[in-house]
């Protein structure tokens, strides 16, 4: 749990400077530090045998490595709605939408899909536990994009 505070304090101290460098987003190093501190966090917040950790963990890898490549995708769509955010269309705006949408819905689907892998093989109390470690780190990571990501301008 102290990672998932000092996650919150990082997280503070960046917006700060998010809202005065309205675009210069560091999402890359965020993901980056998350993930190196995502798996411990997981570790120590989920318990389970020695037996349990041997499935669990290769299904866990398996998982992250999908889900990172989903954030890569993400990040490209920010990094093109930052490029278009003066000179935004109809057009560009709704495939940006669209996009982000799509991976919203790819990442619940990824999600479903190891929760069920696990399931079959683990205990609820580890599946179900870490469903909501997870969740809770992804909901770390949406809040820093929702500071440092501007709204839409109005229309001129």
């Not at 045998?49 to 889900?67: G, H, V």
């Not at 479903?112 to 093989?121: A, G, I, L, S, T």
């Not at 580890?126 to 949406?142: A, E, H, M, S, T």
Request: no cysteine.
């Amino acid at each position: 749990m102290k990672y998932i505070y000092f996650i919150l304090v990082v997280l503070f101290v960046t917006s700060l400077n998010a809202q005065t460098k309205y675009f210069e987003t560091n999402i890359d190093e965020t993901r980056a530090d998350l993930a190196e501190i995502g798996k411990e966090i997981v570790a120590q917040n989920v318990e389970m045998t020695p037996d349990q950790a041997t499935i669990f963990w290769p299904l866990f890898d398996e998982y992250d490595k999908e889900d990172h490549q989903l954030g890569d995708k993400e990040v490209e769509i920010l990094e093109n709605y930052m490029l278009n955010y003066y000179a935004m269309d109809q057009e560009e705006g709704s495939k940006i939408l669209n996009d982000i949408m799509q991976i919203r819905l790819d990442r619940l689907n990824l999600e479903k899909e190891y929760v069920d892998k696990m399931n079959n093989v683990l205990p609820f109390n580890v599946v179900g536990k870490f469903y909501q470690v997870n969740r809770r780190l992804n909901l770390l990571i949406d809040v820093q994009k929702a500071v440092k990501i501007p709204l839409l301008r109005e229309p001129e």
